[in-house]
């Protein structure tokens, strides 16, 4: 599935959920829905922003991807594995935005999306900003993590349901 019919999916099922589907905490070190959700969008706007700065650099870059980096593109993918971030960079996810909100904001994620998905494979591909965990990336790389991160969460998706009270 590509990565705009990916995201429509989650914002259409957003209008699943009642306010206190999306805001349930099953315990208090697990996101809710709606943090979940909060989450996947702050993280694609970064991706954006960086494959936004590729296409406006003049410098190529030499180096490239990291170990991790390399097998995450070559299998085209997270692994299924659980992520945690280093404190620094955990901090919980707003869990206050209304479903309208939310829903707002998924539509800017889109919107981005769109607007660069036929001019993407025009920015030079060495021109590359870096990721912490993954290295060099170009334009296209940034693009493709961004369907690749809401692919990852698919199955956080699945087991915040199941904890859902319907």
Known sequence: MGELKLIKTYKNE?????????RYKSEETVWSIGQM???????AHEYLDNMDRCSTLNDEQPLGKTEF?????KIGGFPP??????????????N?????????RMD????????????????????????????????????DLVGMHFRHHLRQKEELEQRLVK
């Open 69 to 73: 980096g390399e097998h995450l593109y």
């Open 14 to 22: 957003l209008q699943k959920y009642s306010l206190e589907q999306l």
């Open 96 to 104: 206050s935005d209304s479903k309208e909100h939310l829903i707002s």
């Open 108 to 143: 800017q994620v889109i919107l981005r999306l769109s607007q660069w998905e036929s001019k993407v494979d025009n920015i030079n591909s060495n021109y590359k900003v870096e990721h912490g965990g993954l290295g060099w990336l170009n334009a296209r790389e940034w693009y």
């Open 37 to 43: 959700y909060d989450h996947l969008i702050l993280v």
């Open 81 to 94: 594995i659980k992520i945690k971030l280093p404190d620094e960079l955990n901090t919980p996810p707003n």
